[in-house]
């Protein structure tokens, strides 16, 4: 009997999610510009084309350090968040507000912060007396993915500082006034009781930012569009890039297959671990 | 008899039932979906609502949906919803996209509609390459729209200020070297900007340089590469060191897109700037105090082998999944007729592809910014007209970023484009 009311959400997802990726598949294995049989050419020519490893290092370099980023910065925001400060409800929500602004808009308005010429970021250090001359924030191959992993710390930071707040306000204060009544140190506190306490909420926040960081297209595509060079192009502007602009279906179906099974070798012990606790 | 009559009373009948359905289909609306990135843009939005209420005017039967779209996803939204079977009935596109699109079955043909319209009698007003231009397989599949040459767009009250005539603009790419040196007070002002993002325009700019100095981007055939040559790496490095060496160009120019460079001329920022019909009135919207119209001028490109510019050319394309291909080829013949082109170019100074509006119009013959850039259409060139043609840019602005951000020398950039476009163009299409 309860096949019968699991199967309309079984159906539903399979045209949703399976249809297109099976369809993804076949187009990858599809030959570029027809033919008649289906073959892994494409993905012989992906491995081979050093733009695309270049992309797929600078993925996992974005990712890394957007996820490292944003959980440090948001547990510490989140820690801070949980003392008894002034006004803590209004600082939460100006914490959350960056991850309310859509990444296209947060790309454009952080695009014309760090224009050399006119923008305001580089006028707000100069009068903090941090640098002397205008810096070229995102034309500069040194500094232009290290500039969008910096805007993208802003943007996301606040999801973890979310999910992590929610799980320090889960662990019961008497934790923590035993063990200072036994003498434990600030550090003690928070390796023993805080970091154990939010492990749970830590893999869930970890999960869900690693697949969102690979996934992240707007605001790279508004603020460099790969650019200078392929310095900043990741594997999803890449995929749009040959899809949409050069109409290599096939060669692009076989990008996204890889970057999913990057994604699913990645996201996939994650979710073990949580269905495992549970 | 009796059956005599009957009959006659069933053809009676038919005959009311069909009037009827005739005078009911006479009555229904068909609503047209129209689609151009003009529509975002200010003042030309307006221009094509007041254009296209004219024509609802003149075909009551015909009401006429208005799509915008941004220039820069214009082929990714008419890409997914052709191939997904619906999308506008009529869109905008400038030419180079038009390979890609024919290529794939994204453009309907034509010819059917413009045989029945006199065919080459029809199409003689039209200059010969930009109907060319519109031909996939020898069939039409798209009408040609504005049509303009690229040239240089300067302030001349920033020529005055430097000490330079703005009545001789420089002829040659040396003497535009010397006056951008003398036009250049940073951090106040630089003498021009280029754009070096990857952006569609940029090879509208970029071209003239590489063409005039007799390099060009693929040998004759279009099957390999030509930026081997001594005249295309002499062009590449005298573009790269205007920002690198002379430092004439502003900081930013490797992502500037072609508003950021427009912003910069609104803004006094910068001198001059590579244009056409629609840089004085965007620029003039950006920032009216600067008083464009009156302010800016146009002249030639310089040049130095050839005189040569690019060409700008813009197209009208209809949905293969239209379901009213008659009406929408009304919708184009109204938007690509006479009096169209010259209220184009009267509120929003594109000049025409119609010879019989770009050469004979006294509006366009009597204004400074369309005089030159009629002047320079004989001069004209086209990029290649290949579906790989935005691989290949992507791989040659790749490079250009490259050489401006000093991660390679002009040299070892321009080598690795003409590897990377050498391996697009052998790759089985």
Redesign the interface.
Same mark, same amino acid.
């Given at each position: 009997m309860w096949t019968f009311f699991v199967l309309p959400g079984t159906i539903l997802l399979v045209l949703v999610l399976g249809f297109p990726a099976f369809q993804s598949i076949l187009y990858s294995i599809y030959p570029? =510009?027809g033919g008649s049989s289906y073959n892994l050419n494409n993905y012989s /020519?992906l491995f081979s084309d050093s733009?695309f490893r270049q992309v797929f290092g600078n993925t996992v370099l974005f990712v890394i350090l957007s996820v490292a980023s944003h959980l440090l910065l948001g547990l510490g925001v989140a820690l801070v968040l949980n003392m008894e400060i002034f006004a803590k409800p209004l600082f939460r929500l100006i914490a959350l507000l960056p991850w309310v602004v859509p990444d296209v808009v947060v790309g454009i308005i952080w695009r014309w912060m760090f224009?050399?010429?006119?923008g305001s970021f580089n006028d707000l250090l100069i009068k903090a007396g941090l640098i002397s001359t205008?810096i070229?924030w995102?034309? +500069?191959?040194k500094l232009a993915l290290a500039s969008v992993i910096f805007v993208n710390l802003w943007r996301g930071f606040p999801f973890v500082m979310l999910i992590l707040l929610a799980g320090l306000q889960s662990i019961s204060t008497v934790l923590y006034e035993a063990a200072a009544i036994d003498g434990a140190s600030r550090w003690q506190l928070f390796s023993r009781i805080t970091l154990p306490g939010l492990k749970k909420m830590l893999v869930v926040a970890l999960a869900l930012d690693i697949v969102w960081e690979v996934r992240r297209f707007g605001l790279i595509q508004t603020m460099?569009? =790969? =650019?200078? =060079? +392929? /310095?900043t192009e990741v594997l999803s502007t890449y995929i749009?890039?040959q899809y949409?602009?050069?109409?290599?279906f096939e060669y692009a179906s076989a990008v996204a297959v890889v970057m999913t099974a990057a994604l699913l070798m990645v996201s996939l012990p994650y979710i073990w671990m949580i269905s495992q606790e549970e | 008899m009796r059956f005599f009559k009957t009959s006659i009373l069933v053809v009676l009948g038919l005959a009311v039932l069909i009037g009827l359905s005739t005078f009911a289909n006479a009555q229904e609306k068909v609503t047209l979906r129209f689609s151009d990135w003009h529509l975002t843009e200010a003042p030309w939005d307006k221009t094509l609502a007041d254009a296209m209420a004219l024509f609802e005017q003149r075909n009551p039967n015909i009401k006429v949906a208005l799509e915008p779209v941004s220039y820069k996803d214009k082929e990714t939204k008419y890409t997914v919803e052709t191939a997904a079977g619906k999308g506008p009935d009529i869109f905008h596109l400038h030419a180079f996209s038009l390979p890609m699109f024919f290529d794939k079955g994204f453009a309907k043909d034509l010819t059917p509609f413009i045989e029945k319209e006199g065919g080459a009698k029809f199409l003689e007003p039209w200059y010969p390459l930009c109907i060319n231009m519109m031909k996939y397989k020898g069939k039409i599949h798209a009408m040609p729209g504005d049509y303009m040459s690229m040239v240089l767009v300067f302030n001349t009250e920033l020529f005055k200020e430097a000490g330079l005539d703005p009545k001789k603009p420089p002829k040659t790419w040396e003497e535009f070297l010397e006056y951008n040196i003398k036009l250049t007070k940073p951090p106040e002002r630089w003498g021009v900007a280029v754009l070096g993002a990857k952006d569609p325009g940029f090879e509208l700019r970029f071209s003239p340089f590489l063409w005039s100095f007799g390099g060009d981007y693929l040998t004759p055939d279009n099957k390999k590469s030509a930026l081997n040559t001594p005249e295309a790496k002499e062009a590449f490095k005298y573009f790269i060191e205007l920002f690198t060496k002379y430092k004439v160009m502003p900081p930013g120019v490797p992502t500037m897109n072609a508003q950021d460079v427009r912003t910069q001329l609104a803004h006094r920022k910068i001198a001059w700037e590579i244009g056409s019909g629609w840089t004085a009135p965007i620029v003039n919207s950006i920032n009216p105090e600067l008083k464009a119209f009156d302010v800016l001028a146009a002249a030639p490109l310089p040049s130095k082998k050839k005189k040569v510019t690019t060409i700008w050319l813009s197209s009208w394309v209809m949905n293969p999944n239209t379901k009213h291909p008659k009406e929408a080829w009304e919708l184009l013949k109204f938007i690509t007729s006479k009096e169209m082109e010259l209220n184009w170019f009267v509120k929003n100074r594109v000049t025409s592809s119609r010879k019989d509006v770009s050469e004979k119009a006294p509006e366009i013959l009597n204004d400074k910014f369309a005089s030159v850039i009629a002047s320079q259409l004989p001069y004209g060139k086209v990029v290649p007209q290949i579906p790989q043609w935005p691989e290949i840019m992507d791989a040659f602005t790749t490079a250009v970023q490259e050489a401006f951000t000093e991660m390679k020398t002009p040299e070892k950039a321009l080598a690795d484009a003409h590897e990377r476009i050498n391996g697009i163009l052998a790759r089985k299409k």
């Open positions: 570029e =510009g /020519i733009v224009d050399p010429v006119y205008h070229q995102l034309s +500069n191959p460099t569009q =790969g =650019g200078p =060079g +392929n /310095i749009y890039k949409f602009q050069f109409f290599r | -």
